[in-house]
């Protein structure tokens, strides 16, 4: 079993809709975890880094951490064909290595 | 410059080549790492650079992949004798800290072995 599990996908959403994206995670070490997006043959961007269990709303983006049940999510409220990417959790603990999910592929049709 | 930036942006190689790929992080940052992502997953971590030391290369998949960082700013990935397994993108990313800060990450190596 792979540390981080990330919903496969992919999803396809109309303009404007809300985009739920899901993570589950077995290391209790995680101590901070991020959200990169990425682009088709492009480098992962980071979009939000939390280090602690709650939400944390940037934007359009909220991000969702439960560290009791080792589960994350990022929210994208009022969905774009921009929005139209890979977007990978990422996990970290003290010893500095992120691990990252496998992505999940998100498009938005206008 | 304001990113991470890599070079060559793609590289194909005849299996057994060696090839060398190249990283030259955000100014000042102190953290670096290596990440290989094979199409469809999420990157795998490779290495970690603290300035000029090499603190982990846990993640390096054999003895004929090498990094270095000799003087704390640009740093090299070579693969020596490639095999058709390396194919992959090979990420580079950056940190202004030490563990728990934000990667930020380059725009990758295509590596291709035929």
Same mark, same amino acid.
């Given at each position: 079993?792979?540390?981080?599990?990330?919903?496969?996908? %992919?999803?396809?959403? %109309?303009?404007?809709?809300?985009?739920?994206?899901?993570? !589950?995670?077995?290391?209790?070490?995680?101590?901070?975890?991020?959200?990169?997006?990425?682009?088709?043959?492009?480098? %992962?961007?980071?979009?939000?880094?939390?280090?602690?269990?709650?939400?944390?709303?940037?934007?359009?983006?909220?991000?969702?951490?439960?560290?009791?049940?080792?589960?994350?999510?990022?929210?994208?409220?009022?969905?774009? %064909?921009?929005?139209?990417?890979?977007?990978?959790?990422?996990?970290?603990?003290?010893?500095?290595?992120?691990?990252?999910?496998?992505?999940?592929?998100? !498009?938005?049709?206008? | 410059?304001?990113?991470?930036?890599?070079? /060559?942006?793609? @590289?194909?190689?005849?299996?057994?080549?060696?090839?060398?790929? #190249?990283?030259? /992080?955000?100014?000042?940052?102190?953290?670096?790492?290596?990440? *290989?992502?094979?199409?469809?997953?999420?990157?795998?971590?490779?290495?970690?650079?603290?300035?000029?030391?090499?603190?982990?290369? =846990?993640?390096?998949?054999?003895? #004929?992949?090498?990094?270095? #960082? /000799?003087?704390?700013?640009? =740093?090299?990935? @070579?693969?020596? #004798?490639?095999? *058709?397994?390396?194919?992959?993108?090979?990420?580079?990313?950056? =940190?202004?800290?030490?563990?728990?800060?934000?990667?930020?990450?380059? /725009?990758?190596?295509?590596?291709?072995?035929?």
């Amino acid at each position: 079993q792979k540390e981080v599990e990330q919903d496969p996908g %992919p999803l396809s959403v %109309p303009e404007g809709a809300i985009v739920s994206l899901n993570c !589950t995670y077995s290391n209790s070490a995680f101590q901070y975890f991020m959200w990169y997006r990425q682009y088709s043959r492009k480098g %992962p961007e980071l979009l939000m880094y939390t280090y602690s269990s709650g939400n944390k709303e940037d934007g359009r983006f909220t991000a969702q951490v439960d560290k009791s049940s080792k589960y994350i999510s990022l929210f994208i409220r009022d969905s774009q %064909p921009s929005d139209s990417a890979t977007y990978l959790c990422a996990p970290g603990s003290n010893d500095y290595k992120l691990s990252f999910g496998a992505g999940t592929t998100v !498009t938005v049709r206008a | 410059g304001a990113g991470v930036s890599q070079s /060559p942006r793609y @590289k194909v190689a005849k299996r057994g080549q060696d090839v060398a790929l #190249r990283c030259d /992080p955000i100014s000042g940052h102190v953290s670096l790492f290596w990440y *290989q992502q094979a199409l469809g997953q999420g990157p795998e971590f490779l290495t970690y650079f603290q300035n000029e030391a090499q603190l982990d290369k =846990s993640g390096l998949p054999s003895d #004929r992949f090498f990094a270095e #960082r /000799p003087e704390g700013s640009v =740093s090299t990935l @070579k693969i020596q #004798r490639t095999q *058709q397994e390396d194919s992959a993108v090979y990420l580079c990313a950056s =940190s202004a800290g030490l563990a728990g800060n934000e990667q930020f990450f380059g /725009p990758g190596t295509r590596l291709t072995v035929l």
